[in-house]
């Protein structure tokens, strides 16, 4: 589960009022070392250790004595504290002091590229924008000396510089670490936003806190046990009626294409039937993909059975207005992409329908631009913090939401968000979002739950592009229509 720093502070605690003083400082900094040895792999190694100010510091103070015991070179670069340090981070800073072994650099040393691993201890989930001023000219060189270093860099809690909440960078500079071991729970800063970039690979040490001292929490990773519904076999006694039929609406001249990836996308994604509708110059059929039948958009049939996926390349004319409208006043579920999304920023006449609707019959999917347009905002609010973003549109628009960039977070109009770890920069191309939106409608179609077709569909949009490029295909140059043959090669591996 994820957590708020607001929650950490409070399970800190609580958990604090029945346990001595300093333990979970002394838990963190054991973690912190044995995740630290794992990385270092052979003895007599030298280690730099980067000491703020706060507990963050005191943490990187006690691994730094156990690394020293296990026979590490340890070499610790202190940024002191301008306020007074907290009794546990003192006993910390005591202790190291009367440790031997441990080599203390000037505040403005210059750092050299010879230590076998960084650790970065300078701030955690206390980091204030406020306080931004406050890295020093030295500190930010030697952190810009620290990130060009060959070694890992394994971060304390959270990269610093990072916020732990919405995964923005708040500080003018930050660590870029290639593995973060983050304390009590894990956090939605290290996973969407600039989180993955800064945090790289993220485990989680509880500190040993019985679970009695966690609050219940609606904030989670993506993984299939969310979606069992989807990762369900199909009968063998079924035809293509029992998989549901998927109509994708756009396609205005110039734009086709984005109509056939979608609909591509439903058809390696196992829908029953699939229909490519083209609000204009509708083709006889993509030769390609001959099972689809293309249609123009005004033949589409809405009606319960028919998902429709409205929006890839649909352009802003009269026509696509209608056909959102039509759509919107449907019965059909809807997953509602691009220029769809755009008319329905425009027109408030279209948002009241989508609130009209029943909320879990629609799905949006937004990248952070559409999203600005949706909330009326610019992009940079919503990068600013994705997470309320997103669950603020699935309220305000009573749907079903799928924030897409990197960690795609998908909100529940009732309030619960999931942050999806799968994926790469791959993604960051034109025609995958065309290819979500299709891989959706399917899911829908086959399963009726858009939920959980909107959390498998985006975990196995990324998990595609995370084997492509495992293969050498990509991250650079790959292609959306190199995503189908993959997607359904994960759906069907999905399958228990
Ligand atoms: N709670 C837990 O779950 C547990 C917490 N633990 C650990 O404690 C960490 C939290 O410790 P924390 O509260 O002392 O804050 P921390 O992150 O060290 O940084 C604060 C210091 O940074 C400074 N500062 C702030 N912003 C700044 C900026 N923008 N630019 C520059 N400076 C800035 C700020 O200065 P100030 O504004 O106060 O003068 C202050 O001195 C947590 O992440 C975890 O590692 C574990 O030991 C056990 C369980
Ligand atoms: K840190």
Request: glycine share 10%; proline share 5%; net charge neutral.
């Amino acid at each position: 589960m994820l957590y708020t720093i607001k929650q950490l502070r409070q399970i800190e605690q609580s958990a604090l009022s029945s346990l001595e003083p300093g333990t979970l400082m002394r838990a963190a900094g054991k973690a912190a070392a044995q995740a630290a040895l794992q990385l270092l792999k052979t003895p007599n190694q030298a280690v730099l250790i980067l000491v703020g100010p706060g507990n963050n510091g005191g943490d990187a103070l006690e691994a730094a004595v156990h690394l020293a015991n296990a026979g590490h070179q340890i070499f610790v670069l202190h940024s002191p504290s301008k306020t007074a340090r907290s009794p546990s981070g003192q006993q910390a800073f005591n202790q190291a002091q009367a440790c031997t072994q441990i080599n203390w650099l000037a505040s403005d040393a210059p750092l050299q590229d010879n230590y076998a691993l960084v650790i970065d201890g300078l701030f955690g989930i206390g980091l204030t924008q406020l306080a931004q001023q406050k890295i020093s000219p030295a500190l930010q060189k030697q952190i810009t000396q620290c990130n060009a270093m060959s070694c890992p860099i394994l971060a304390l809690d959270v990269p610093s510089g990072l916020d732990a909440d919405t995964g923005t960078i708040i500080t003018n500079i930050a660590i870029q670490a290639s593995h973060t071991i983050t304390f009590i729970a894990d956090k939605a800063g290290l996973h969407t936003g600039d989180g993955q970039d800064y945090a790289g690979l993220v485990e989680v040490a509880d500190l040993d806190i019985a679970l009695e001292y966690f609050p219940v929490s609606v904030s989670e990773l993506n993984k299939p046990a969310l979606f069992p519904d989807i990762a369900k076999p199909r009968r063998h006694n079924s035809h293509k009626g029992s998989n549901g039929t998927v109509a994708v609406i756009g396609g205005a001249v110039g734009m086709q294409g984005a109509v056939i990836l979608a609909a591509r996308a439903a058809l390696y994604s196992g829908a029953g039937r699939t229909v490519a509708s083209f609000v204009e110059a509708t083709p006889n059929f993509d030769a390609q993909q001959p099972e689809l039948m293309c249609r123009p958009a005004q033949q589409v049939q809405f009606n319960p059975d028919t998902v429709v996926v409205i929006g890839p390349g649909l352009g802003n004319s009269i026509a696509s207005f209608d056909l959102v409208s039509r759509a919107l006043l449907s019965t059909s579920p809807l997953i509602i992409d691009a220029d769809a999304l755009n008319l329905m920023a425009q027109q408030p006449a279209l948002h009241a329908l989508c609130n009209g609707r029943d909320k879990l019959s629609t799905l949006l999917t937004p990248h952070p631009l559409e999203a600005a347009r949706l909330l009326g905002c610019s992009v940079e609010i919503i990068q600013a913090d994705r997470i309320s973003a997103a669950k603020k549109l699935a309220r305000q628009y009573s749907s079903v939401v799928i924030l897409k960039g990197s960690g795609s977070i998908i909100a529940h109009p009732d309030g619960n968000m999931v942050i999806n770890p799968t994926g790469n920069a791959g993604l960051a191309s034109g025609g995958t979002g065309d290819v979500l939106g299709g891989v959706c409608g399917a899911l829908m179609a086959q399963h009726k739950n858009m939920w959980q077709a909107a959390l498998a569909a985006t975990y196995l949009h990324g998990t595609a592009a995370d084997s492509l490029v495992a293969l050498g295909i990509g991250p650079i140059g790959l292609c959306a229509s190199e995503l189908l043959v993959e997607i359904r090669k994960q759906l069907n591996t999905l399958l228990k």
